[in-house]
């Protein structure tokens, strides 16, 4: 797990870091427990609302494109890593996909009942 003082600033807020509807319904029904995004939208140990449910981000760190596996595509909601591509690549028309461009991964998991009214 990456250590939170070894991260840069975050570049976005957390409320933006998972906004597309379908991506919101793949991550209430368990399907997608990550995100890639070109900049740092949260902190290890934040708390991410969605649909009045809570997940918890629980790892932060960059990967290369080129790094990407089909189960790193399954964490995204996705059944291969070229339905992932194919995705990312209709959302950015004329984004190139450059192996050795850097994201930040997003992971998390949701919160029990129990652990929301913890918080």
């Known amino acids: ?7 840069p600033p975050k570049t976005c807020t957390i409320e933006r870091l998972v906004t597309l ?7 209430l029904a368990g399907k997608k427990t990550a995100t ?16 009045n449910k809570q997940f918890v981000i629980d ?14 595509a399954r964490t995204e909601g996705f059944d291969s890593l070229e339905d992932y591509k194919e ?19 997003h992971e998390f998991r949701a919160l029990s009942p129990q652990q929301e009214t913890s918080i």
Do not use: C, F
Request: hydrophobic letters at 40%.
């Open 87 to 105: 995705a990312i690549l209709s959302l950015h028309p004329g984004m190139p996909w450059l192996p050795t461009m850097r994201v930040w991964v």
């Open 36 to 51: 890639r995004r070109n900049g740092r939208y949260a902190d290890i140990g934040e708390i991410m609302t969605l649909e």
């Open 1 to 7: 797990m990456t250590d939170q003082l070894s991260l």
């Open 59 to 72: 790892n932060v760190y960059q990967q290369k494109l080129g790094e990407l596996t089909d189960d790193h």
């Open 21 to 27: 509807p379908a991506d919101v319904e793949k991550v």
